[in-house]
């Protein structure tokens, strides 16, 4: 009686699994690419003796995937939102490293943590391709 039960058990959980390894795709959700034009983009801050060095680049997928890229780099107080640096560089590809590229220093005016976004702007042909917000960067000096 037992090798009964057991045998109907090892049954049911054979065929119950087979319904549930039944996959089903989903057209609501397709798989797309994260970036149109873009392979990857990088963000770093740092602060030196309260001198802070913004860098900000971004690596397209072909050279001639876009024209320019402005790179808007805003620092602020991480702990009062305050901004205290807002500026938009217009750059061009670099044909010798491959990428659109903006480094900056800045002078904080006082000890604190800081906060550096960075938000790209791709064009090409004078229009507007994608617009990529990078990581937030944190950094402080005493």
């Not at 699994?17 to 989903?26: E, I, M, N, R, V």
């Not at 061009?92 to 904080?108: A, N």
């Not at 004078?126 to 617009?131: A, F, P, Q, R």
Request: hydrophobic letters at 35%; a positive charge.
């Amino acid at each position: 009686m037992r090798r009964i039960i057991s045998l109907l058990l090892v049954l049911i959980l054979v065929l119950s699994t087979a319904t549930l390894c039944y996959g089903q795709t989903s057209p609501v959700n397709p798989i797309e690419p994260a970036y149109v034009g873009t392979a990857m983009h990088v963000e770093s801050f740092k602060i030196n003796d309260g001198v802070s060095t913004s860098v900000a680049y971004i690596l397209p997928k072909t050279k001639t995937s876009f024209d320019k890229v402005t790179i808007n780099i805003k620092i602020a107080k991480a702990t009062t939102g305050v901004v205290y640096y807002d500026k938009t560089f217009t750059t061009y590809y670099d044909s010798i490293r491959g990428w659109f590229h903006v480094s900056k220093d800045y002078t904080l005016p006082s000890k604190g943590t800081y906060s550096m976004d960075a938000t790209y702007k791709c064009y090409k042909d004078g229009k507007l391709i994608e617009t990529i917000k990078g990581a937030t960067k944190i950094s402080s000096y005493q």
